[in-house]
């Protein structure tokens, strides 16, 4: 995504709204578990058993879920392609 400029060198208000926007969208789009173990992980730093504790997914699969989470966002940032770069592992 490239980010149209003010004379200030900041993004604009307008295009930091449709980043949230497509962020959001694409948290919509991942199941609940999956959200809920990205969102304490990434945002709230929560540990694996926290995240047991509180959602019920086992601390042993919270990284599956962590990675697919990502995977989804890498792809918006990709602009929806991220094939190549699973190719390249």
């Given at each position: 995504?490239?980010?149209?400029?003010?004379?200030?060198?900041?993004?604009?208000?307008?295009?930091?709204?449709?980043?949230?926007?497509?962020?959001?969208?694409?948290?919509?789009?991942?199941?609940?578990?999956?959200?809920?173990?990205?969102l304490m992980?990434?945002?709230?730093?929560?540990?694996?058993?926290?995240?047991?504790?509180?959602?019920?997914?086992?601390?042993?699969?919270?990284?599956?879920?962590?990675?697919?989470?990502?995977?989804?966002?890498?792809?918006?940032?990709?602009?929806?392609?991220?094939?190549?770069?699973?190719?390249?592992?």
């Amino acid at each position: 995504m490239d980010a149209p400029f003010d004379d200030t060198g900041n993004a604009g208000q307008g295009y930091a709204d449709r980043v949230w926007a497509e962020f959001l969208s694409v948290l919509d789009t991942l199941p609940p578990p999956t959200r809920a173990v990205y969102l304490m992980h990434a945002m709230f730093d929560a540990s694996f058993e926290d995240i047991e504790r509180t959602t019920g997914v086992r601390r042993e699969n919270c990284g599956q879920h962590i990675a697919r989470a990502r995977r989804a966002v890498r792809e918006l940032a990709h602009g929806g392609n991220d094939s190549k770069r699973d190719q390249d592992r």
